[in-house]
């Protein structure tokens, strides 16, 4: 299957330096090979790219750590009468969370950067008020049937409630939530990059917004490149690592 994979990338590049390189050199639509080195060169030394693209980085993972802490805080709360009570009735942070599930991402965005321009955090706001909800949203609906049992156990040797939740149960699902994070990975780059082209500051929307302003394809086609590759690379790094410190799962 890998094998087959790597002859496709093979045949792809290939095909496309054999159609944009030399016979379609001059399309309006996908850059030459040489055309994207340029691209790369200005990038580098006219766009600060590699400052603006540590920038979107440091956004995207420092959301979900904060997401991630945001979450263990409110699990208990979130989950508490769906152990106690033996239910699947929804608690009251389920219900506002809820809310934010149906209101389109873009429009979240365009709010607050509206209402905090100069704000040099409001990408990090934007992606946690975006992205939270749909983390505690995810959370709540696990099955946790098969837990109960611990919680009731140590309670009844006196174990605060809440510390069985986060300790414990929270413990349990860590597996299910960061499966869901790496699903959401490319997501969480999207709603930075948007965020950044809407405020038109530093990360590499912000360079995308001006590229964006002069139609200049290659370089939008270069970024594309390179950002997609990162996510890619990062995705595969995460997995493995997900799968060392998961392996109990």
């Known amino acids: 299957?890998?094998?087959?994979?790597?002859?496709?990338?093979?045949f792809s590049l290939v095909a496309y330096i054999a159609l944009f390189e030399f016979l379609f050199p001059l399309n309006g639509f996908f850059p030459s090979v040489t055309v994207i080195f340029l691209s790369l060169t200005e990038l580098l030394q006219n766009y600060n790219f590699a400052l603006n693209l540590?920038?979107?980085?440091?956004?995207?993972?420092?959301?979900?750590?904060?997401?991630?802490?945001?979450?263990?805080?409110l699990f208990p709360y979130l989950i508490r009468k769906k152990v106690e009570q033996d239910s699947s009735d929804s608690s009251s942070i389920h219900s506002i969370v809820s809310i934010f599930i149906y209101i389109p991402?873009?429009?979240?965005?365009?709010?607050?950067?509206?209402?905090f321009p100069d704000f040099i955090l409001d990408k990090y706001i934007v992606a946690i008020i975006i992205l939270l909800p749909k983390n505690l949203m995810e959370i709540s609906e696990y099955d946790i049937s098969n837990h109960k049992n611990y919680f009731y156990f140590y309670n009844s040797v006196g174990v605060d409630k809440t510390s069985i939740l986060n300790k414990i149960i929270f413990k349990l699902i860590e597996p299910e939530y960061f499966l869901d994070?790496?699903?959401?990975?490319s997501l969480i780059w999207s709603i930075i990059i948007i965020a950044e082209f809407i405020q038109q500051k530093e990360g590499v929307g912000g360079i995308l917004r001006t590229v964006f302003k002069y139609q200049d394809i290659s370089l939008i086609f270069t970024i594309t490149i390179i950002v997609s590759l990162l996510i890619f690379v990062i995705q595969k790094v995460?997995?493995?690592?997900?799968?060392?410190?998961?392996?109990?799962?």
């Open 1 to 10: 299957m890998k094998s087959n994979k790597i002859k496709i990338i093979i």
């Open 54 to 73: 540590i920038s979107t980085f440091a956004a995207v993972y420092v959301t979900i750590l904060f997401n991630f802490l945001f979450t263990k805080i």
């Open 105 to 115: 991402f873009i429009l979240i965005a365009l709010l607050i950067l509206t209402w």
């Open 181 to 185: 994070q790496l699903k959401n990975h």
């Open 238 to 249: 995460l997995n493995l690592l997900y799968n060392k410190v998961y392996f109990w799962k």
